[in-house]
């Protein structure tokens, strides 16, 4: 070993044995330092986080800026989602109607203005019934018959008709089972109330209002839109965290119990993970990084590390008691070891959670530095506080009457986890180099099948189930998770309905607007739709300024007559004189909606398309991008769906990338850190060996239970080798100190570091495994999947250590001679 890094080493171990309360009370005061920062962690949700510094979103808002007046008022939209055995008879209508003029009438909620089928039908009973109120009186006054063939006449005349009732409308009884009403409500501006998914909205506070009142009209009416929605995503945070870590803390101290078997040492663990939460959350304050769905996932994964670190200090240092050694000698042996491995295995995990820092994901690279952060914090805390509060601990054991119990290292010789153990070694005795080879063959099979593997990015992700699984019936009443909606009536709307209100892309259209053929020409790219677009009559189903201009002409007989005069084909578009027709619309009551597809320059529009609610983003994208190809201008395709698809492109990315980096960084990192301390750099690639197999396992798992790389999982690959190079390091470590420093036969010493080290491991792989395991209980589907993902990946890292790490010794102590 080199002389400078022992006399570091021996420096540490110095202070651990002779100034163990120094060291503690050093290490209280930095706890209560970054306890000041855990006030300011503020929390993150919902999908914008990650939108954040994409290409794809910043074209989306600077469409949305073209197109919204300077100083005007935002408005945001809530929906009313009316269910029943007919939405469409007189009882029905009556009630939507009623719930759009209470809501109309309550001030505090802004709403600007309410349409629903209700409306259409009212209106045509009655063209002049324009408020709720006289749209009611236009319902109570026709007779059965006469609403009926209201509803087939609104379905024939009104494009908008069929988008607002569900996919069972029966045009021969007037009749279906759903409906949606839209409510919008005018807000000041410079509010972001377009998608509310990043944990706060200004509609939030309308909408639970509109909740009250709506609920008070009876019927099945629910309100939906994005201030609920953002609610949600803030509270599902916070009951999930109620859920997992209670029930991380149970089984975690459960397995600490076995590992320990000794309530001191247990009492002392639990204080080292709890003082490295602290230093971590601390540190997310003070540097200001929000706590966001994915990083849910680092605690589990510090206690994990944590836990390790734990279990193999307290088990060396008792080996070497055990040998006869007494408390500040073996405490000083035991460091000299663990501290060269924690030192090999933090800066591995450091590199495999670094690796995230890659991401064009805001989200995922915070993800890294907080990872890589906490792991540091542990390291420090496992490898010198611990064993520091060992030592006095100890020392006062021989003054005071602390019970003690086992102290015996967990799967020492002789016991039944020894034998099993000790099947890797027997492999490796008999044909490591046939079983290795064996392996890597199955390993590049893994790997092409695993390049199948599917990624995705939905609001789905960041939500809880549409049903809450009945095992949290069990929790303790502060516990229990709240009644959450926004998944049920998302997975309503889709069901019952053609296309929901998010489900549009829009097409960004740039070129002089007044020349004659640029109407002609948006209006002939919605002919002949592509396959996901919603169809009206065989066109694409779009709002455009087109729709705005045929709109307004059914209202105004003034304003029809100049677009029949100069409509050249008699299709409804005028092709001459668009100034004219544009200055006509501007001094109209169709002022505002004109200004929203139409920039003040008159030089670009936009075209809203909807699309299919069933069809995936990638078909949607490519849709999108085909009828912007076929604009006469120069178009672009935008919209959320456009957004969302170039995130799940950028997490396949980021998953490739980060793997490539984790994997290059660990093998410099051990090639160099092997040569260093041994003058053996080879060893370093032995030790990749069974992580590049895990990875491989890991992802052909993937494939194989259909999980896909999300917004969580997109991390899996570079966590598995930083969580999954802990347990190889310390097999290796410690077959290098047998082999290498004791000067053991290889198969010797293989005995000797799978007895010692192994029942360390076991015990960190139920401990975590079960800690980490626990993530399933979130109430987010793909945290839930992550954490099953992050469990299989330390199961499957503990086999390779155990039974695969052995035969790859053998086969380089081979080579190496």
């Given at each position: 070993m080199d002389v400078d890094y022992q006399f570091l080493i021996d420096r540490v171990d110095t202070l651990i044995t002779e100034r163990p309360g120094t060291v503690i009370v050093v290490f209280l005061l930095l706890t209560a330092?970054?306890?000041?920062?855990?006030?300011?962690?503020?929390?993150?949700?919902?999908?914008?986080?990650?939108?954040?510094?994409?290409?794809?979103?910043?074209?989306?808002?600077?469409?949305?800026?073209?197109?919204?007046?300077?100083?005007?008022?935002?408005?945001?939209?809530?929906?009313?989602?009316?269910?029943?055995?007919?939405?469409?008879?007189?009882?029905?209508?009556?009630?939507?109607?009623?719930?759009?003029?209470?809501?109309?009438?309550?001030?505090?909620?802004?709403?600007?203005?309410?349409?629903?089928?209700?409306?259409?039908?009212?209106?045509?009973?009655?063209?002049?019934?324009?408020?709720?109120?006289?749209?009611?009186?236009?319902?109570?006054?026709?007779?059965?018959?006469?609403?009926?063939?209201?509803?087939?006449?609104?379905?024939?005349?009104?494009?908008?008709?069929?988008?607002?009732?569900?996919?069972?409308?029966?045009?021969?009884?007037?009749?279906?089972?759903?409906?949606?009403?839209?409510?919008?409500?005018?807000?000041?501006?410079?509010l972001e109330t377009s998608s509310g998914q990043g944990g706060t909205s200004p509609l939030t506070p309308l909408q639970v209002r509109a909740q009250f009142v709506t609920e008070n009209a009876g019927g099945d009416i629910r309100v939906f839109g994005a201030g609920i929605t953002a609610a949600e995503f803030s509270a599902v945070i916070t009951d999930t965290l109620r859920i997992v870590v209670p029930a991380a803390l149970l089984l975690i101290t459960f397995f600490l119990l076995v590992a320990y078997r000794d309530l001191a040492d247990l009492l002392l663990g639990v204080v080292a993970l709890l003082i490295a939460l602290v230093w971590t959350f601390g540190f997310m304050g003070?540097?200001?990084?929000?706590?966001?769905?994915?990083?849910?996932?680092?605690?589990?994964?510090?206690?994990?590390?944590?836990?390790?670190?734990?279990?193999?200090?307290?088990?060396?240092?008792?080996?070497?008691?055990e040998e006869g050694y007494g408390i500040d000698d073996g405490m000083g042996r035991a460091a000299d070891q663990v501290l060269v491995a924690f030192f090999i295995v933090t800066g591995t995990t450091v590199i495999g959670f670094a690796a995230n820092l890659t991401s064009d994901l805001a989200p995922i690279r915070e993800f890294g530095v907080v990872a890589a952060v906490g792991i540091l914090f542990?390291?420090?805390?496992?490898?010198?506080?611990?064993?520091?509060?060992?030592?006095?601990?100890?020392?006062?054991?021989?003054?005071?009457?602390?019970?003690?119990?086992?102290?015996?290292?967990?799967?020492?010789?002789?016991?039944?986890?020894?034998?099993?153990?000790?099947?890797?070694?027997?492999?490796?005795?008999?044909?490591?180099?046939?079983?290795?080879?064996?392996?890597?063959?199955?390993?590049?099979?893994?790997?092409?099948?695993?390049t199948g593997v599917d990624t995705t990015f939905e609001d789905e992700d960041f939500l809880p189930p549409e049903e809450t699984p009945d095992y949290y019936g069990y929790a303790p009443e502060p516990l229990q998770p709240g009644d959450y909606s926004v998944t049920r009536n998302i997975n309503f709307l889709q069901d019952n309905f053609e296309s929901g209100q998010d489900d549009t892309v829009t097409v960004y259209v740039e070129g002089p607007m007044e020349a004659p053929h640029a109407l002609e020409a948006i209006h002939r790219a919605g002919d002949d739709p592509p396959d996901s677009f919603v169809r009206e009559g065989g066109r694409a189903d779009e709002t455009s300024l087109v729709t705005v201009i045929q709109d307004h002409a059914e209202r105004d007989p003034e304003f029809r007559r100049m677009v029949e005069r100069n409509d050249i084909d008699d299709n409804g578009v005028p092709d001459r004189n668009l100034g004219e027709i544009y200055d006509y619309l501007l001094d109209s009551p169709a002022a505002e909606q004109t200004r929203q597809y139409l920039t003040e320059d008159r030089r670009a529009t936009r075209v809203v398309y909807a699309v299919e609610s069933d069809a995936s983003q990638?078909?949607?994208?490519?849709?999108?991008?085909?009828?912007?190809?076929?604009?006469?201008?120069?178009?672009?395709?935008?919209?959320?769906?456009?957004?969302?698809?170039?995130?799940?492109?950028?997490?396949?990315?980021?998953?490739?990338?980060?793997?490539?980096?984790?994997?290059?960084?660990?093998?410099?990192?051990?090639?160099?850190?092997?040569?260093?301390?041994?003058?053996?750099?080879?060893?370093?690639?032995?030790?990749?060996?069974?992580?590049?197999?895990?990875?491989?396992?890991?992802?052909?798992?993937?494939?194989?239970?259909?999980?896909?790389?999300?917004?969580?999982?997109?991390?899996?690959?570079?966590?598995?080798?930083?969580?999954?190079?802990?347990?190889?390091?310390?097999?290796?470590?410690?077959?290098?100190?047998?082999?290498?420093?004791?000067?053991?036969?290889?198969?010797?010493?293989?005995?000797?570091t799978v007895e010692g080290t192994g029942g360390a491991l076991a015990g960190s792989m139920l401990t975590t495994?079960?800690?980490?395991?626990?993530?399933?209980?979130?109430?987010?589907?793909?945290?839930?999947?992550?954490?099953?993902?992050?469990?299989?990946?330390?199961l499957y890292s503990y086999l390779a250590s155990i039974f695969v790490l052995p035969s790859v010794l053998a086969v380089w102590a081979r080579l190496v001679g």
């Open positions: 330092a970054f306890a000041v920062g855990l006030g300011n962690v503020e929390t993150a949700a919902g999908t914008e986080q990650f939108a954040e510094n994409v290409p794809a979103e910043e074209a989306f808002q600077e469409v949305n800026r073209q197109f919204t007046p300077s100083f005007a008022a935002d408005t945001g939209s809530t929906q009313l989602i009316q269910s029943g055995e007919n939405v469409l008879a007189r009882t029905e209508l009556l009630r939507m109607l009623t719930v759009q003029e209470e809501l109309e009438d309550h001030s505090e909620l802004r709403v600007s203005s309410t349409s629903s089928a209700a409306s259409i039908v009212a209106q045509q009973l009655d063209p002049e019934a324009t408020t709720p109120e006289e749209q009611q009186r236009a319902i109570e006054s026709a007779t059965d018959t006469e609403i009926r063939e209201a509803v087939r006449q609104a379905d024939e005349r009104n494009p908008r008709f069929s988008g607002l009732v569900s996919n069972d409308f029966n045009r021969g009884s007037a009749s279906a089972s759903a409906t949606v009403g839209v409510v919008t409500h005018e807000l000041p501006a410079g003070l540097a200001g990084i929000p706590f966001s769905q994915v990083l849910i996932a680092v605690p589990p994964m510090l206690l994990a590390v944590g836990i390790d670190f734990g279990i193999h200090a307290v088990n060396r240092y008792r080996e070497e008691r542990t390291f420090l805390i496992f490898g010198i506080f611990l064993p520091a509060a060992k030592v006095k601990l100890d020392h006062a054991r021989d003054s005071y009457p602390i019970p003690t119990f086992s102290t015996r290292p967990l799967g020492s010789s002789g016991s039944r986890l020894s034998s099993v153990h000790a099947v890797g070694v027997t492999i490796a005795r008999i044909a490591p180099a046939i079983f290795v080879g064996a392996l890597l063959l199955t390993s590049g099979f893994a790997a092409a099948y695993a990638e078909e949607i994208t490519a849709d999108a991008r085909t009828a912007a190809d076929r604009q006469r201008y120069t178009a672009t395709a935008t919209g959320n769906i456009v957004v969302f698809q170039a995130i799940s492109s950028l997490i396949l990315e980021s998953a490739i990338v980060s793997l490539a980096v984790a994997l290059t960084g660990t093998a410099v990192f051990l090639v160099f850190i092997y040569w260093l301390l041994l003058g053996r750099a080879s060893l370093g690639v032995a030790n990749v060996v069974p992580v590049a197999i895990t990875v491989t396992l890991i992802a052909a798992s993937m494939r194989a239970l259909g999980i896909s790389f999300n917004a969580f999982t997109a991390t899996i690959l570079a966590i598995t080798i930083g969580l999954g190079i802990d347990y190889s390091v310390h097999v290796t470590h410690r077959f290098a100190d047998e082999y290498e420093e004791r000067g053991r036969g290889v198969y010797d010493a293989l005995d000797r495994t079960f800690g980490i395991g626990v993530l399933m209980l979130s109430l987010f589907p793909a945290i839930g999947q992550f954490g099953f993902l992050t469990a299989l990946s330390i």
